[in-house]
């Protein structure tokens, strides 16, 4: 069974940063990518940043230069340092999984809140 677990959530004034993180777990093997999806009340889940095993990185244009991805394969980790937050970056973040070719997988998610 493949978990993901995330951390790093939390409330913070506008401007400020926040870093998460994800470790996944279980029978893992052949990452395509791992990366960080969020869900705002009464949007749609979106992409926030991919990275592939390779290294390659996507952002959604909304977080372009504000937020960075980054993963460790030899850890099955993936972190998102997120910086001058904004209050519509609220949402529930995600963290996501594509390994096997087919298998996609989330984490439970976690609160991140941004004041203004």
């Known amino acids: 069974q493949v978990q993901l677990v995330e951390s790093g959530g939390g409330l913070v004034q506008s401007g400020g940063s926040l870093r998460l993180s994800c470790v996944a777990s279980g029978s893992i093997f052949s990452i395509t990518s791992m990366g960080w999806y969020r869900q705002a009340p009464g949007k749609q889940r979106e992409l926030v940043a991919l990275?592939?095993?390779?290294?390659?990185?996507n952002y959604a244009d909304s977080v372009k230069g504000r937020f960075t991805i980054s993963g460790d394969n030899t850890k099955n980790t993936v972190y998102l340092q997120m910086n001058s937050l904004k209050p519509e970056d609220t949402a529930v973040y995600y963290c996501?999984?594509?390994?096997?070719?087919?298998?996609?997988?989330w984490g439970q998610g976690t609160q991140v809140t941004v004041s203004s």
């Open positions: 996501y999984l594509h390994y096997g070719g087919t298998y996609r997988r």
């Open positions: 990275v592939t095993s390779g290294g390659s990185t």
